[in-house]
T-cell receptor, first 114, second 112 residues
């Protein structure tokens, strides 16, 4: 049962352009929404995260936009660079005292052409 | 820096073999996870553990088992490997009170 849907599966952007990756979730109890970035040959690493009490979070060139009523959130990469070429995963979690399990989207392979 | 290490980067096994994938973390994290990563399917949770000797099934536990005898080590076991278990396996850990998961580099398993 896939609870987080991610699109597009792949994305090609020119250097300096804006990359946009979208995710939709089903479980309204989710309360933490991270994005992970994975370079070839490496494990995923946390990039940026947001909680549903804010509509936007920005860290450098990376911004998460969150729409609670639509149950959607998206990652925007401004001024995309070739070094941003990676696979991006959105995720969601239901926090619990005994630990958090993440439900991941399908992933988006981003290629930024020079 | 948090370090999560996995015993092998690449592994080739035969159908029916018993396969052990080992994961070690050095940050005294309570929680440990095993995922498999397949193109177009994202990361799917196989098993996780929030304490020594504790385990919980994830979304796709069939054909797998796990062992956590020590806090720092979490093993994934394929009792009888099958070709549909060819995949990238990722281990992760997290502190008990935080939601960030730290991933190892992965083991790419090929079952022939």
């Amino acid at each position: 049962q896939q609870q987080v849907k991610q699109s597009p599966q792949s994305l090609i952007v020119q250097k300096g352009g804006i990359s946009i990756i979208n995710c939709a979730y089903e479980n309204t109890a989710f309360d933490y929404f991270p994005w992970y970035q994975q370079f070839p040959g490496k494990g995923p690493a946390l990039l940026i995260a947001i909680r549903p009490d804010v509509s936007e979070k920005k860290e450098g060139r990376f911004t998460i936009s969150f729409n609670k009523s639509a149950k959607q959130f998206s990652l925007h990469i401004m001024d995309s660079q070739p070094g941003d070429s990676a696979t991006y995963f959105c995720a969601a979690t239901l926090s619990r005292a005994s630990g958090s399990r993440l439900t991941f989207g399908e992933g988006t392979q981003l290629t930024v052409n020079p | 820096d948090v370090k999560v290490t996995q015993s092998s980067r690449y592994l080739v096994k035969r159908t029916g073999e018993k396969v052990f994938l080992e994961c070690v973390q050095d940050m005294d994290h309570e929680n440990m996870f095993w995922y498999r990563q397949d193109p177009g399917l994202g990361l799917r949770l196989i098993y996780f553990s929030y304490d020594v000797k504790m385990k919980e099934k994830g979304d796709i536990p069939e054909g797998y088992s796990v062992s956590r005898e020590k806090k720092e080590r979490f093993s994934l076991i394929l009792e009888s490997a099958s070709t549909n278990q060819t995949s990238m396996y990722l281990c992760a850990s997290s502190p008990g009170t935080e939601y960030v998961q730290y991933f190892g580099p992965g083991t790419r398993l090929l079952v022939l």
